[in-house]
């Protein structure tokens, strides 16, 4: 399952594999609109360094 995100706003969004072109619209309307740069992984259980996970 593909995963982009935002360090800068906690912004995420996650798709099937199949979507990966609404992905793509999702991380573009996300840089329009607030100017930051969006990270993509593969897949979602790459977890990012600096996350922790709550309780």
Known sequence: ???A???ACD????TDDEASA???QAMID???ETGHSVE???ES???RPDC????
Not at 52 to 55: A, D, G, T
């Open 1 to 3: 399952m593909p995963i």
């Open 5 to 7: 995100y935002c360090e």
């Open 11 to 14: 912004w995420e969004y996650r």
């Open 22 to 24: 609404e992905l793509d």
């Open 30 to 32: 996300h840089h329009v």
């Open 40 to 42: 993509q992984r593969a």
């Open 45 to 47: 259980d790459e977890r």
């Open 52 to 55: 922790e996970l709550e309780s």
